[in-house]
């Protein structure tokens, strides 16, 4: 472990309008090493999906600090914010949030060929390969499963080569078999390429996968334990 690859200082951040405005993440602080796994977890409603999008860059804190791979990215313009996460993080969801209209390849060689990646097609077809699916490149996500179109998801994320991927219940939509290989690949990747891994998950074997766990209720981090508890 070398230094904190991701670090929250004193973030708040309140979402919705009027009567429906919630005070969702209340003075977190947070750091993570890089290359370990952290698994976030707590009730629904607690702020998972929140932190792990403001971790992303992909919301904007109210006031606080984040901090990824030593780059400040308070008052970084959308574009610079974009170009960040292009380079350093992968993000896997609940739902895949495959293109319906696309093939896997496609897929997964699109943020390849949107961040300007020469090669964009053979390296989707080579992560593809390493997800299991080198038998699937021209299938359409309604043609694949939903471990299949969860492998997709996870091998677009990993394209880009990030050094830290997020998922958001990344078993959530998948039976127990399933969701299983597929947290077998997110700890092989890990393993393979150092990658730093954030996940939220409802999952307590997941969880327990994890070198440390960190505890959300109502958008406060109310604990965090670490591998030695197992
Ligand atoms: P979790 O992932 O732990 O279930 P979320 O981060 O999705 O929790 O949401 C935390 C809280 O913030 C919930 O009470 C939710 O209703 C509220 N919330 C999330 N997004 C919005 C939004 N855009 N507007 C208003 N409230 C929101
Ligand atoms: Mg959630």
Request: charged share 25%; aromatic share 2%; glycine share 12%.
């Amino acid at each position: 472990m070398t230094g904190k690859i991701i670090s929250l200082e004193d973030v708040d951040l309140s979402l919705g309008d009027g009567a429906a405005r919630v005070h969702v993440l209340q003075g977190i602080s947070l750091a993570v090493s890089t290359g370990e796994a952290v698994g976030l977890v707590g009730p629904s409603g607690s702020g998972k999906s929140t932190l792990l999008m403001v971790m992303a860059g992909l919301e904007r804190p109210d006031r606080g600090r984040v901090m990824l791979d030593g780059e400040d990215l308070t008052g970084l313009s959308e574009d610079a914010l974009a170009r960040v996460r292009g380079r350093r993080i992968g993000i896997v969801f609940q739902s895949f949030h495959l293109v319906p209209t696309m093939t896997a390849l496609e897929n997964v060689a699109l943020p390849l060929e949107l961040a300007g990646r020469s090669g964009a097609f053979a390296r989707a077809e080579t992560e593809l390969a390493g997800v299991g699916l080198g038998a699937r490149l021209h299938h359409y996500p309604a043609q694949l499963s939903g471990g299949e179109q969860q492998r997709v998801a996870i091998a677009r994320a990993l394209a880009p080569d990030p050094a830290i991927v997020v998922a958001d219940e990344p078993t959530g939509n998948l039976d127990e078999g399933t969701g299983g290989a597929v947290v077998d690949l997110l700890f092989r990747i890990k393993r393979e390429r150092g990658t730093t891994l954030v996940l939220v998950t409802h999952d307590a074997t997941l969880a327990e996968r994890c070198d440390r766990t960190v505890h959300l209720r109502a958008g406060r981090v109310v604990a965090a334990d670490t591998a030695a508890v197992r």
